[in-house]
């Protein structure tokens, strides 16, 4: 059974270093709605681009790696070009459509070629022996989590695009808020809670018993997925 404390050191060790970027991605679209709720489209953009131009101009301040400084202010300038191009608030958030729809794709598509889109992401955050990830009683694992993102990120799409054709723009900027970072990092919990479970079903070994290179039985993979 996972506790609730190793829960947490494993939710900080994925997410080091990512809390404060969160902001760059929840702060704009809240400033958009709001402004947008009380004023029109372009003062709206004028106050997401300008608090996305705040936190750029902070971490540049504090020498932060120059993608995070300027990533934040660019995915807001491309949002802004979609507002002006569409004609529509609700082009605001046409960027995280793309985005959405590569996140789907590149899971079916690594999990057809059985390199799946997670075991690359534990790989890149833990830096695991990656030929572990590959072992056939550790891959079905990462297969079936990452089909569980294909089936998330697709229903999200799909719900925020319905919203997008209606041009309901206050729920569809509340939906993405919602499904934004709260909703990875519920997804993140569960994926890390059933793959243990499912590691410890298919009695493969442990990263460290794979790189030891020791003989069935095997303990299996206890802590971190």
Known sequence: MVKLQELGEELRGVLSGQGSRLLDSFFPPLVFLLINSISDVDAALWGALAISGGFA??????????????????????????????????????????????TVILCVVSVAFNRPMVAWSSFIARRWTLNWYWHPQVLPAYNEVTILWAVAFATRLTVEFWLYQQDALGALGTVRILLGWPFIVVLLIVSYIYGLWRLGQLKGPSVEEFKEGKAPPWEGQKRGF
């Open 57 to 102: 101009a902070y971490r540049l301040i504090r020498r932060e790696n120059l993608t995070y400084a300027l990533g934040g202010l660019g995915g807001t300038l491309l949002a802004a070009l979609f507002v002006k191009l569409s004609g529509s608030g609700s082009g605001f958030f046409l960027p995280g459509f793309f985005s959405g729809a590569a």
